[in-house]
């Protein structure tokens, strides 16, 4: 830890035409919010930064020295300071938290628009709808990534693999044709079959067989663990099917 009389810290970072080093603006804002006097040395050219990364015997950039001892990147900055660093192999429910918050609050601000009212049985229609959309644009980003990730438990798609290309786009069709309350003939059935095969999926996966792998339903890149997340997506989908097909 960074003693507290060890104010002055000098901070080496990229800075050229074709690129400005995240990390090293991270850097020089974390040390200036810790009260440290920064001196700020722009490495501002491919020869600099490689002459620079061969006399301190690093492979990257930036480096922050305190009190002349090297302290490292921007993560070595972060420990040294005491600060949380990210695992990058941590699972996180952040993305899931972000897309229910922001259905949540999209659907009632349209609810508002719509009729003065915050929440009403047709903004609890929209929420479902919006999070069926948000959660497939996530997925729509990476097509591939996402199968790849999907076909890992998904039972229809591993009897049908073109099922999971299909899959985000029937999502997007459902949640879209059910915002705007028109060919639910077809809305429904997508949303009910869809929210079926992955509700049963996932039970399989997780309670039946005991597997621990990671939800596609926020994309193919998640570390969000397979579970009540996905099925919770997957029961609102059967939900809002049922109750639209009896309204």
């Known amino acids: 830890m960074v003693q507290t009389g060890d104010r002055q810290a000098t901070l080496y970072r990229m800075v050229t035409d074709e690129h400005v080093c995240p990390f090293g603006l991270k850097s020089l804002d974390l040390l200036a919010r810790e009260g440290f006097v920064i001196d700020d040395h722009l490495l501002r050219s491919r020869p600099e930064i490689d002459a620079f990364k061969a006399e301190q015997d690093v492979k990257t950039t930036p ?28 699972v ?3 993305p899931v938290v972000a897309v229910f918050v922001m259905a949540a609050l999209m659907a009632a601000a349209t609810n508002w628009a719509s009729s003065g009212d915050i929440i009403s049985a047709r903004g609890i229609e929209w929420f479902i709808s919006f999070a069926m959309c948000i959660l497939a644009i996530l997925k729509l980003q990476d097509v591939e990534r996402f199968s790849n990730m999907f076909l ?21 069709l459902a949640g879209i044709l059910m915002i705007a309350g028109a060919l639910l003939w077809l809305a429904i059935p997508v949303a009910l079959v869809i929210g079926l095969v992955g509700a049963v999926s996932v039970v399989k996966a997780v309670y039946i067989d005991k597997r621990e792998i990671k ?9 969000v663990p397979l579970g009540f997340v996905s099925l919770t997506e997957n029961l609102m989908m059967v939900a809002m099917a049922i109750w639209m097909l009896a309204r």
Request: include cysteine.
């Open 152 to 172: 890992g438990y998904d039972l229809l798609a591993q009897r049908v693999v073109r099922y999971a290309y299909v899959y985000p786009f029937a999502e997007a």
């Open 63 to 90: 480096q922050t020295f305190i009190a002349g001892e090297r302290i490292g990147g921007y993560d070595d900055l972060r420990r040294h300071l005491g600060k949380p660093v990210a695992d990058a192999e941590e």
């Open 215 to 223: 939800c596609a339903c926020v994309g193919g890149d998640s570390k």
């Open 92 to 94: 996180s429910y952040q």
